[in-house]
């Protein structure tokens, strides 16, 4: 897990102005209770002047300390029920004067015994969420709601394997990533073939799954990602880039997913950009899915040998093909609309 420190101390300011919310609305009711109750009050009182009495009495001659710690713990008691009694009777909850805690495990500190409380972790992951970028599109799409069906079992052009052994295939390669990801891992996949073959469906499933497994993830395309380097470096001159983008959330990742690689519009210096990130979270060992219309002979076209050699020494290549599934799924709901 890594949110950038940012996003980290974000949430913690969340966690403290929290506590500081319960425990005003705990010294609200106390009040109140001391308004209503002054009995009430007069109990805490004394018990407030337990320690100080202790002390009197350690230092007081001829008095056994022990024994006086043993009055002062049997008079306390004494105070405490009597005091549970008056709140009771006044139609108070037992923990009327106790601070509620969303989070009662770690008194919404976040911390349980300096390990972080499952109620952070949640919320690490609810934040990996929303800042991931992440297409709303795609942000259902899992393991679950994937259907072979949808791809054709007939034979493709010259391919070995039907589009939908392909892409059965192409999701335990998915599923072997997430594996090593999760377990602190590195897995670099290019998702390569023409439109409408699964790789956004493949890259939203590897994005969920991490996720889910507490993993951060940044989806971005490859045009907004180029635009938000030329907007680096030109400032206000450039493009607008998305402003979820920072050099912090892209290095801080653990997973990185570049969709549309090869149509964006690329400046000389958003190509050495590009072409550094791609290489340096290679050389850091930190995962990155690409993900392409382009199949790789285009790519030597569109970029260049070293670009692209870099990509096939790190890179796994996950190839897509078939029918486009999104005119396939227009005609099946045009036919069924008859
Ligand atoms: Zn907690």
New binding site residues.
Partial sequence: MALTETTMQEILSEYAARRQQHETERDLRVADIYRQVPEIAAIDEEIQSFGLNAMKGYLQNGRDAARSLSELRSRYEHLTTSRAELLRRNGYAPDAMEVHYT?P??K?T?Y?DYQK????KQRIIRAAYDHSGLPNHLKKENRQAFNPALFSDEPYQNEVLTPRQNILNNLKVVEDAVRQIADGGCRNLLFTGTAGTGKSFLSGVMANELLALGRTVLYVGCYDLCAYFDQEHFGDRARKAPTSLSAEAIDACDLLIIDDLGAEFRTSLSYTSLFHLIDQRLQNEKSTVLSTNWWIPDLRELYDERFVSRILGGYTIVRFFGPDLRVTQARAGSSSNR
């Fill in positions: 989070c495990l770690c919404d976040g349980v409380c499952s109620c952070l």
